[in-house]
């Protein structure tokens, strides 16, 4: 996959034989464990110490989120002294989005990683770098989280934020429309920007003097359009639009010289690539900017530094990557991939770039940090995510790409066991953890992967057609096919890898979350002969159920209009619901599952696994329930989460062995 970003010429004078590596440390290493003992299962559930790094814009502050008592707080340290600074210490709520506002305050939001469902609920909190001065939204009461979210989310830091006001939007009309606001975090005053709007906007990009330069709107029936005003204070001309059945447009910023930066894919073409638009003229770039064979680039892919110029663009194929458009971050990022080959390596930079944190990850590593400074070349360790993992004991992950039945290029991963040989045949895990209309795999360190294959099992994660991050085409296709043409993707991975001699055929589990639950269930009904065993946490199990009026999503303009479209509709395709219902078909199971569910969950509410449970009682067929109180979406309370872990390794250790043994 070649990028196609036109880059300036690259700087010499850097190389990774210049760098020396000083010592340090923000956290205590433990010692590593000898290869022979494997992890505990608790090991692999201790939430990482750190969670990534930025730096200050003047480069003098490190911000980081470290687990206090269970819970994330934000961690600020001093680089001069190495001393640092509890900013939060919250113990019923986690820190989430934290960044840099200027060189003294720092933005972010809240949520909760144990009863949430697993998203973000916006908020504008703010804290100096010393601690003081905590500010929350107006209409957030205090530190614990309130029945629903602040209406009020971040959109950019604009052209006053060292005045400590940023350009934020805030919910109206239902949820429908986003209304543009300036708001200084100490007064709480809020100015809005985005009288005379075009419509009702869902997303905003502003331009160097917060004036709103672009915007998306939506219909109730998901009509959609982008707008532009030429002129900052002019009128809004419509650029595109598009309908609930076409790809999109994302914005993304609106650089110095009014060049707006957006994601859409182009007439011809299949993926999402990085365009611009000409504010003045009103005119598209002839050619994208960066465009990936086969991949979509996703939202949030450009960074612009503090005089609004580009500075960055990141992507993820089959792993992230990012290309620099400054010469001298562009020379660093190559110096820091040649000092670690093979890693991930993410940077943030001091405005005078003359020091950076390096950031840097793999599949067999949860991240280790590093601060980098130009004089003298020193790169200095300053900490990891998960100390205790070695990453020479972990599993490594390759991907790959096979032919469905019907010739469509399907993207996977595969992670073999620890010593794995070549020729030899694993018992194989499929894992999938939802979606669907979601990339649905990311290269990177993951601790089930790892903890599944220093058991000895292969995991094998695809991305069958629904799932989005591979062009458009990959994810039509997948349009009403759940439980068919989805289904049949996987099992035609696993055959596949049966067929390489990678897989032991004897020995194949499904396994999976949410619609990953789903995937699970469907493929013990579809293909009975081809299972030994599944387990499925607060997953799907009949169409049906997507459309129960207790969902999160109930009542919503996505639930009455793409839902139908992209999943079924209950009454035209009444025939299709019933064919692919698991809990209909349960008599068709042959392989004993393991259902474990959330009593709270709102996403896929506790009917969808109390209904499969008595399905399957009623048809003699063998099971495991277990429903955990207080757990929403996914589980997260450290009790609960060990119990389910300890489940599946009890649960496939007794189904998963050799026939006979």
Partial sequence: MNPTLSRRRMLGGLSAGALTVAPGSLLAQEPPRPPSAPLRIDQFLVPPMLYGAQLSPDGQSL??????????????????????????????????????????????????????????RPGLFSVNKDGSDLRRPQDWPDDAMPVAPSLTRFVARGAQADRNRIIAAKSESKGRHQALFRYDLLSGRMERLSLGAPGQVVDWAIDADDQPRAAITRTADFQWALWIRPLPEGEWTAMRRWGPEEPGVSLEAIDADEKLYLLHTPAGREEQVLATIDLRRAAWSEEPLLALQGVDLLPGAVRLDQRNRLRSVHYEADRPGVLH???????????????????????????????SVVWVSNDNDPGRLFLYREEGHRLEALGAARPWIRPQAMARTRFLRYAARDGLSIPAQLTLPPGAQPGQKHPLVVLHYGGPHVRAIHWGYDAMVQFLASRGYAVF?????????????????????????????????????????????????????????????????????????????????????????????????????????????????????????????????????????????????????????????????????????????????????????????????????????
């Fill in 63 to 120: 911000l980081t989120t470290r687990r206090v008592e269970g819970r994330r707080n934000l961690v600020v340290m001093d680089l001069a002294t190495r001393k640092s600074f509890m900013l939060t210490r919250f113990k019923r709520v986690d820190v989430a989005g934290p960044m840099w506002l200027n060189n003294e305050r720092i933005l972010f939001n809240l949520s909760n990683r144990i009863t949430d469902v697993g998203f973000v």
């Fill in 325 to 355: 458009a400054e010469p001298k971050l562009d020379a660093l990022q190559k110096a820091m991939e040649k000092e670690f080959p093979g890693a991930v390596v993410h940077l943030s930079a001091s405005e005078s770039m003359e020091q």
């Fill in 461 to 661: 994660m695809p991305a069958p057609r629904m799932s989005t991050g591979w062009g458009w085409k990959h994810h039509k296709l997948g349009w009403k096919q759940w439980g068919l043409a989805m289904q049949d993707d996987v099992t035609d991975g696993v055959l596949h890898l049966v067929k390489e001699g990678v897989a032991d055929r004897d020995r194949l589990a499904l396994m999976g979350a949410s619609y990953g639950g789903y995937l699970t269930m469907m493929g013990l009904v579809k293909n009975p002969e081809l299972w030994r065993c599944g387990v499925n946490w607060v997953g799907v199990t009949d169409p049906d159920f997507m459309y129960v009026n207790w969902t999160d999503f109930a009542g919503s303009d996505a639930a009455e209009h793409l839902l139908p479209r992209m999943l079924g509709d209950p009454k035209q395709d009444r025939e299709q619901f019933a064919q692919t219902s698991p809990v209909r078909r349960a008599a068709e199971i042959q392989a004993p599952v393991l259902l474990a569910y959330g009593a709270a969950d709102r996403r896929v509410p506790l009917i969808n696994g109390e209904r499969m449970r008595d399905a399957l009682v009623a048809a003699g067929k063998p099971h495991e329930w277990v429903v955990y109180p207080d757990e929403g979406h996914g589980f997260r309370h450290p009790t609960h989460l060990r119990d389910f872990w300890l489940r599946i390794e009890r649960f496939l250790g007794e189904h998963m062995a050799p026939r006979g043994a």
